[in-house]
């Protein structure tokens, strides 16, 4: 009697508690969904707000195109130069082509003869000028105002200023650029704009970019996830407030265990890509220095030659596996937050010659490196270790994406009158445009071929774009693939009165 008075209890009071806890489980899925909901069309209200921003702006760069009096040629150079267009046409009043002209095509041809003579001499209008004649032999010069059209030359578009006497060329990796530029001036709180150009396909919320760049795709990404998550989090509590005392219990038990399980779900995901990097880049030099220390135990007596080029083997091996262990550590300690940067006043010239010699002895007897630095640079305001680890890996890349004969430069530049740039370009398997955006990416590696082939973790560039962030400068590539790529850091000139 007193077991089935139990279980009727039980049964009693479980089953309305379990009637109750149905429905407000009902009431707090439907008012998560109300208040996602609420967030989303919120979130794509602002980004058809920006999509009217984005007109204007390309309206007020294409009218920058024409500013100022300056003859073609002038015009021309500024706008590669200054405004860092890959290609320009320069057209009458009566829409015949001005600039490049045959002078301009016989200055090509000159250029082309230096360069055959000599690969080091640097021409920053070159590759503008060649484009711009290729572009003008292969389609009709007609500008189209109020938009960016592609011409017949795939991935090279085209801005034609309002008058169309000038028409501004732009690869897609720079047009992406600008894109992202224009989209950070209209950025809001909480949320972060992209684009997609028409050969990468957008995502669920993408919408057409407008007239100005037909193909062209605009979307969003959340910043503020876990206020907003905060936020739902409150509203169910006020829902669940509304039942049991119990039942609430039970509810924020859930909540708390399902997000304590969202963060080691995501904790034990960056073990997974940490361990899956890292075993494969220890496993090499840990084996070998196994197969090593073996071949000198297995003698039964130590040869003096023999035991010498094992232990630089084992040096070697050694000197691998700590700049595997200080790249976790320095992306570590950037990622958090937690790395102390002294910032004073240095010489670019010492920066460079310092990175180089860092990775000197690594340097195969095929590979040449050229230097070139401007005189009378201006000292940049940095920490020394923290800029010669950046220059460090983007010098390291450069020879782990390199094959065959390895040519790499290293040129440090005024740049402006707040920046030295220094540029690392090298003649390696380049980058397609479609991946510039995701190189900086934590463990993302380009060539998973190469990857294999190859030491590193795809922590590298990730630490630069941490150090230069901290630097408040920036670092940028232009790269194709089969062409070699450039990687630019710009770092804050010392400015007057300034000491630290």
Wanted: charged share 25%.
């Amino acid at each position: 009697m007193t077991t089935r008075l139990l279980v009727l209890l039980v049964l009693l009071t479980v089953l309305p508690a379990m009637g109750t806890l149905w429905l407000m489980n009902r009431a707090v899925a439907m008012e998560t969904t109300a208040g996602q909901q609420q967030v989303l069309e919120a979130y794509r209200g602002q980004l058809r707000l920006v999509r009217s921003r984005l007109d204007p702006l390309w309206r007020a760069h294409a009218a920058h195109l024409e500013e100022g009096d300056a003859t073609p040629e002038e015009r021309f150079t500024r706008l590669v130069t200054k405004e860092q267009a890959d290609g320009v046409l320069v057209l009458g009043n009566n829409g015949a082509l001005q600039y490049p002209d045959r002078a301009a095509r016989d200055q090509l041809r000159l250029m082309e003869q230096q360069r055959a003579l000599d690969r080091n001499v640097w021409l920053p209008t070159q590759a503008a000028l060649q484009l711009s004649i290729e572009l003008a032999d292969v389609e009709r010069t007609t500008p189209l105002a109020d938009v960016i059209r592609e011409t017949s030359m795939p991935g090279i578009w085209a801005v034609s200023s309002p008058s169309g006497r000038v028409i501004a060329l732009y690869r897609t990796g720079r047009l992406e650029g600008m894109m992202h530029d224009f989209l950070h001036q209209v950025e809001t709180e909480g949320i972060r704009f992209i684009a997609f150009p028409p050969d990468e396909p957008g995502d669920a919320e993408a919408i057409a970019a407008g007239p100005w760049l037909p193909g062209w795709q605009l979307s969003f990404v959340a910043m503020d996830t876990e206020v907003r998550n905060a936020a739902l989090a409150r509203r169910r509590a006020i829902t669940v407030s509304a039942g049991l005392a119990g039942l609430a219990v039970i509810v924020f038990i859930g909540i708390a265990a399902g997000q304590s399980i969202l963060r080691h779900l995501r904790l034990a995901a960056l073990k997974t890509d940490l361990v899956a990097a890292a075993s494969h880049e220890l496993r090499t030099p840990v084996t070998t220095i196994g197969v090593l220390v073996d071949g000198l135990r297995a003698d039964p007596q130590l040869e003096p030659r023999k035991t010498r080029e094992y232990l630089d083997m084992m040096a070697n091996e050694t000197s691998r596996l700590r700049r595997l262990i200080d790249s976790f550590l320095t992306f570590a300690q950037l990622d958090r937050g937690r790395q102390q940067f002294t910032l004073e006043p240095v010489e670019p010239s010492w920066l460079v010659e310092k990175a180089v010699d860092a990775i000197r002895d690594r340097l195969p007897a095929d590979c040449r490196l050229d230097l070139d630095i401007a005189p009378e640079l201006p000292m940049v305001i940095a920490d020394a270790d923290a800029i010669n680890t950046a220059l460090v890996n983007l010098l390291e890349n450069a020879l782990k994406y390199t094959t065959g004969e390895k040519r790499i430069s290293v040129r440090a530049s005024r740049d402006g009158g707040e920046f030295v740039r220094f540029d690392v370009t090298d003649n390696g398997i380049g980058i397609p445009a479609g991946e510039q955006r995701r190189i900086f990416r934590r463990f993302y590696r380009v060539d998973q071929r190469l990857s294999r082939e190859t030491a590193g973790v795809g922590l590298g560039l990730s630490i630069v774009e941490l150090v230069m962030r901290a630097h408040r400068g920036s670092v940028a590539v232009l790269s194709a693939p089969g062409a070699g790529s450039t990687f630019t850091l710009r770092v804050p000139c010392v400015r007057q009165g300034q000491t630290a």
